[in-house]
């Protein structure tokens, strides 16, 4: 996967392989009812040949955070939940249920790499860069689907810093400075 043009709201659009082109959208006005714009914001993937899915959350840099998050996934909503008081990155990951399956999205060596998996396959994500990245890499193994690359590069485009102890640490201030108004 590797970027091409952007448009204004556009976050990373690029072609992967046999899917055609798949587009992430930040923010994502049309998942987000228009009397809630100041408080939550989106991110959205869509694509010729993947279902859509978008997360609402209340936003942190432009992108909508874990916290108070919802998910769709193929026009399902889905859960997840995540261990906030744990240490690991490894106790910390996502737990996703998304249309019968269940996932985990991990932070593994840092803020612009993660994994997300499932019993049957496994999509290792990489982005150029943290906030706007040019380019995000996704390398696939086993059954990898149009559903797991849906929720891969998706969840590129949602606040998940505070996947990691460090990055929950970093960046506590400005999720309370959010919270508190300021």
């Known amino acids: 996967m590797t970027s091409q043009t952007q448009h204004h709201v556009t976050f990373w659009r690029g072609e992967v ?31 010729e040949s993947v279902p859509t899915s ?8 432009g992108r909508p ?39 985990r ?9 993660h994994v997300l998996e499932r019993a049957e396959a496994r999509i290792e994500m990489v982005r150029s860069g943290w906030a706007r990245p040019d380019v995000l890499s996704g390398t696939p193994s086993g059954a990898v689907d149009s ?5 891969a590069v998706l969840f590129e ?9 460090s990055g929950a ?3 506590g201030p400005g999720r309370l400075a959010d919270r508190l108004g300021g």
Do not use: K, W
């Open 105 to 113: 999205y991990v932070e593994t060596s840092g803020r612009r790499h």
């Open 65 to 103: 955070r874990l916290a108070s998050g919802r998910l769709n996934v193929a026009g399902q909503q889905a859960a997840f939940e995540r261990g906030a008081l744990r240490t690991s990155r490894q106790g910390r990951a996502l737990r996703i249920r998304a249309v019968g399956r269940e996932y």
């Open 17 to 47: 392989g046999g899917l055609g082109s798949v587009e992430l959208v930040v923010p994502a006005l049309e998942v987000v009812p228009v009397a809630d714009q100041t408080r939550t914001c989106g991110a959205m993937v869509v694509g």
């Open 54 to 61: 978008y997360f609402t959350g209340m936003p942190y840099g």
């Open 157 to 165: 485009g949602v606040y998940t810093r505070n996947l990691s102890l």
């Open 169 to 171: 640490l970093l960046s």
């Open 147 to 151: 559903v797991d690359i849906s929720l």
